[in-house]
C-alpha cells in the first residue's frame, strides 16, 4: 500500500478484493479523499486516456488544451506533424503556459518571464538569452511530455506512464469493440463542433461504471422518456440486452436492433449511405454483433465513453437520426466530474445528416438533454452516501449483485458474437465487477 493510502482509506481498498466476490463495493471508493487522490496517480498517472479527435489539431501548430486526471495538457501538432501531448506548466515556474482553449502557433511563450516553447514542446527561448542564460541546457527544459501518444480511428489517445502497456496490450480485446463503433468507416469520426463541458455533483466512476454495464437503470431511470412517446418503449428493454465484458476493466451493453424494423441497415443508415462506408476494418462478427444489437454505450477503461443511439424518424423526411458520442468523466475532485462531450457522425455520412444528428444527441445526451439529466439527478448520491456519518458507522456497500450465482434471470450468452470475457443477457453487473477489479489492481500495484 502507498503512502497516501493509510487508515480507513487503505482498509477500503483492501476490503473491496473480497466484497467484490459478494458484490459489494464500500462507499468510500466513490468520495473519499484520499482515495481520489490515490486515483489521479495509480489510475490516470498509468491508464491510457482519451484527448480528442485528430481533427482537432489538423493543421501543423494546431492545438487544443485538454485533461489527464487533474493536470492540463496542450495537446499540439508539432511542426514535425506528429501529436505531442505537453504538460501545460512552465519549466521556470509553472505559470500556465498556454491560456486560450485552442489555436494555431508555432510557439507558446509564457507571459511570467517570456521562456518560450516549441509546438513539439521543446525549449526554444528566453528574453535577453546571451545575457540570462549563457549555459543553460536547452535539451533539458522543454514542456514536460507525455511518453506515449496513438492516434486511433481519428481519436487521439496518450498513457503517461513510459513503462506501462501498449496501447493494444492496454485496450485488449476492447479494440475489437472500438473498432466496430468507432471505425466502423475506416475514416473514422467527425465531430460536430467543439466539445461541450460541464461539471456534475458526481465522482467520475458513476458516469463509467454506469456506461460500461448499467442496463438496469434504464427502465426506470429513463422509462418518463418513452411514457412521453419521443424514444420507443424501452421500459421491459432489460430482457433483450445483452452485456459484453472486454477485460481490463472495459466494458460494453447493447439493446436489440430496431434498425430492420425501420427499413435500415444493421448500422442505422440507409442502403446508400451505408454502402458508401470503408468497411475494410470490419469483421464478420462485427456484421453479426451489429446485426442484432445496436444501441450500445461502452466505457474503456478507466472514464472514456461511447454512446450510439438512433432517434426518432423525420415525420416529414423519414430520416432517422443516428449519433455517436464521445466523452469522458474528468475527475474534478472526490464529488465533481466535468463531462467532456463531443457528438459525432462517421466521416463517411453527408452532411445534411449533420444537423439531425446534432440535435439529436443534444436533445438527449447534451448537458440538459433528456436522458442525461436524468443521469446526473441520481448520480450525485453514490459521491454524497460516501461522506455520510451514518453510513460510514453502518459500514455500508454498495450493491453490484446482479447475476452472481443463483441471484438473477439471464445468465450467460454464449451465442452473441465478440471477443470477449464474458457475454450476459438481461440482469448482470459482471461488467461492473470487472470495472472494480481492474481499478483495485490498478491502486494497490508499485508506482
Ligand atoms: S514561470 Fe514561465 S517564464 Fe517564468
Ligand atoms: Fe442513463
Same mark, same amino acid.
Given at each position: 500500500?502507498?503512502?497516501?493510502?493509510?487508515?480507513?482509506?487503505?482498509? !477500503? &481498498?483492501?476490503?473491496?478484493?473480497?466484497?467484490?466476490?459478494?458484490?459489494?463495493?464500500?462507499?468510500?471508493?466513490?468520495?473519499?479523499?484520499?482515495?481520489?487522490?490515490?486515483?489521479?496517480?495509480?489510475?490516470?498517472?498509468?491508464?491510457?486516456?482519451?484527448?480528442?479527435?485528430?481533427?482537432? &489539431?489538423?493543421?501543423?501548430?494546431?492545438?487544443?488544451?485538454?485533461?489527464?486526471?487533474?493536470?492540463?495538457?496542450?495537446?499540439?501538432?508539432?511542426?514535425?506533424?506528429?501529436?505531442?501531448?505537453?504538460?501545460?506548466?512552465?519549466?521556470?515556474?509553472?505559470?500556465?503556459?498556454?491560456?486560450?482553449?485552442?489555436?494555431?502557433?508555432?510557439?507558446?511563450?509564457?507571459?511570467?518571464?517570456?521562456?518560450?516553447?516549441?509546438?513539439?514542446?521543446?525549449?526554444?527561448?528566453?528574453?535577453?538569452?546571451?545575457?540570462?542564460?549563457?549555459?543553460?541546457?536547452?535539451?533539458?527544459?522543454?514542456?514536460?511530455?507525455?511518453?506515449?501518444?496513438?492516434?486511433?480511428? +481519428?481519436?487521439?489517445?496518450?498513457?503517461?506512464?513510459?513503462?506501462?502497456?501498449?496501447?493494444?496490450?492496454?485496450?485488449?480485446?476492447?479494440?475489437?469493440?472500438?473498432?466496430?463503433?468507432?471505425?466502423?468507416?475506416?475514416?473514422?469520426?467527425?465531430?460536430?463542433?467543439?466539445?461541450?463541458?460541464?461539471?456534475?455533483?458526481?465522482?467520475?466512476? !458513476?458516469? !463509467?461504471?454506469?456506461?460500461?454495464?448499467?442496463?438496469?437503470?434504464?427502465?426506470?431511470?429513463?422509462?418518463?422518456?418513452?411514457?412521453?412517446?419521443?424514444?420507443?418503449?424501452?421500459?421491459?428493454?432489460?430482457?433483450?440486452?445483452?452485456?459484453?465484458?472486454?477485460?481490463?476493466?472495459?466494458?460494453?451493453?447493447?439493446?436489440?436492433?430496431?434498425?430492420? !424494423?425501420?427499413?435500415?441497415?444493421?448500422?442505422?443508415?440507409?442502403?446508400?449511405?451505408?454502402?458508401?462506408?470503408?468497411?475494410?476494418?470490419?469483421?464478420?462478427?462485427?456484421?453479426?454483433?451489429?446485426?442484432?444489437?445496436?444501441?450500445?454505450?461502452?466505457?474503456?477503461?478507466?472514464?472514456?465513453?461511447?454512446?450510439?443511439?438512433?432517434?426518432?424518424?423525420?415525420?416529414?423526411?423519414?430520416?432517422?437520426?443516428?449519433?455517436?458520442?464521445?466523452?469522458?468523466?474528468?475527475?474534478?475532485?472526490?464529488?465533481?466530474?466535468?463531462?467532456?462531450?463531443?457528438?459525432?457522425?462517421?466521416?463517411?455520412?453527408?452532411?445534411?445528416?449533420?444537423?439531425?444528428?446534432?440535435?439529436?444527441?443534444?436533445?438527449?445526451?447534451?448537458?440538459?438533454?433528456?436522458?442525461?439529466?436524468?443521469?446526473?439527478?441520481?448520480?450525485?448520491?453514490?459521491?454524497?452516501?460516501?461522506?455520510? &456519518?451514518?453510513?460510514?458507522?453502518? +459500514?455500508?456497500?454498495?450493491?453490484?449483485?446482479?447475476?452472481?450465482?443463483?441471484?438473477?434471470?439471464?445468465?450467460?450468452?454464449?451465442?452473441?458474437?465478440?471477443?470477449?470475457?464474458?457475454?450476459?443477457?438481461?440482469?448482470?453487473?459482471?461488467?461492473?465487477?470487472?470495472?472494480?477489479?481492474?481499478?483495485?489492481?490498478?491502486? &494497490?500495484?508499485?508506482?
Amino acid at each position: 500500500m502507498t503512502e497516501i493510502l493509510t487508515g480507513a482509506s487503505a482498509r !477500503s &481498498v483492501d476490503r473491496l478484493a473480497q466484497s467484490l466476490d459478494r458484490g459489494l463495493v464500500p462507499v468510500a471508493v466513490f468520495g473519499d479523499e484520499q482515495i481520489y487522490r490515490e486515483e489521479l496517480r495509480k489510475i490516470f498517472g498509468h491508464a491510457w486516456l482519451f484527448l480528442g479527435l485528430e481533427e482537432e &489539431v489538423s493543421e501543423v501548430g494546431d492545438y487544443v488544451l485538454r485533461r489527464m486526471g487533474e493536470d492540463e495538457v496542450i495537446v499540439s501538432r508539432g511542426d514535425d506533424n506528429n501529436v505531442h501531448v505537453l504538460l501545460n506548466k512552465c519549466r521556470h515556474r509553472g505559470a500556465v503556459v498556454c491560456r486560450e482553449d485552442s489555436g494555431n502557433t508555432s510557439n507558446f511563450m509564457c507571459p511570467y518571464h517570456g521562456w518560450t516553447y516549441g509546438n513539439d514542446g521543446s525549449w526554444t527561448g528566453a528574453p535577453k538569452r546571451p545575457r540570462a542564460y549563457r549555459q543553460l541546457d536547452r535539451t533539458s527544459w522543454g514542456l514536460i511530455k507525455a511518453p506515449k501518444v496513438e492516434v486511433r480511428w +481519428g481519436l487521439i489517445f496518450a498513457c503517461l506512464d513510459p513503462d506501462g502497456p501498449s496501447f493494444e496490450e492496454y485496450a485488449g480485446d476492447a479494440l475489437w469493440y472500438l473498432r466496430g463503433f468507432l471505425g466502423a468507416d475506416s475514416r473514422g469520426l467527425h465531430a460536430l463542433g467543439d466539445p461541450n463541458r460541464w461539471i456534475t455533483r458526481t465522482n467520475w466512476k !458513476s458516469g !463509467s461504471e454506469n456506461f460500461g454495464g448499467d442496463n438496469y437503470h434504464v427502465a426506470t431511470l429513463h422509462g418518463s422518456v418513452s411514457e412521453i412517446g419521443v424514444l420507443p418503449d424501452f421500459r421491459d428493454a432489460n430482457e433483450g440486452n445483452a452485456q459484453f465484458d472486454a477485460g481490463n476493466g472495459h466494458g460494453c451493453t447493447a439493446s436489440a436492433n430496431y434498425a430492420p !424494423s425501420l427499413g435500415l441497415t444493421p448500422f442505422g443508415f440507409s442502403q446508400e449511405v451505408w454502402d458508401s462506408f470503408d468497411k475494410s476494418d470490419l469483421d464478420d462478427d462485427h456484421f453479426k454483433f451489429h446485426e442484432t444489437h445496436l444501441l450500445l454505450t461502452f466505457n474503456f477503461f478507466p472514464n472514456f465513453s461511447v454512446l450510439r443511439f438512433l432517434g426518432a424518424p423525420d415525420p416529414d423526411t423519414g430520416h432517422v437520426p443516428n449519433f455517436l458520442m464521445v466523452r469522458t468523466w474528468q475527475p474534478v475532485s472526490p464529488s465533481q466530474t466535468e463531462v467532456w462531450n463531443w457528438m459525432c457522425v462517421y466521416k463517411a455520412e453527408p452532411s445534411e445528416h449533420y444537423a439531425a444528428a446534432y440535435a439529436t444527441g443534444m436533445q438527449m445526451m447534451g448537458p440538459a438533454g433528456l436522458l442525461e439529466q436524468d443521469d446526473m439527478a441520481v448520480w450525485e448520491g453514490a459521491a454524497a452516501a460516501a461522506t455520510s &456519518v451514518m453510513a460510514d458507522m453502518n +459500514g455500508m456497500e454498495y450493491n453490484y449483485q446482479l447475476g452472481l450465482e443463483g441471484m438473477s434471470a439471464g445468465g450467460p450468452a454464449d451465442d452473441l458474437p465478440g471477443p470477449v470475457l464474458g457475454r450476459h443477457k438481461s440482469y448482470s453487473e459482471e461488467n461492473q465487477r470487472s470495472f472494480f477489479k481492474q481499478w483495485r489492481k490498478m491502486m &494497490v500495484e508499485e508506482a
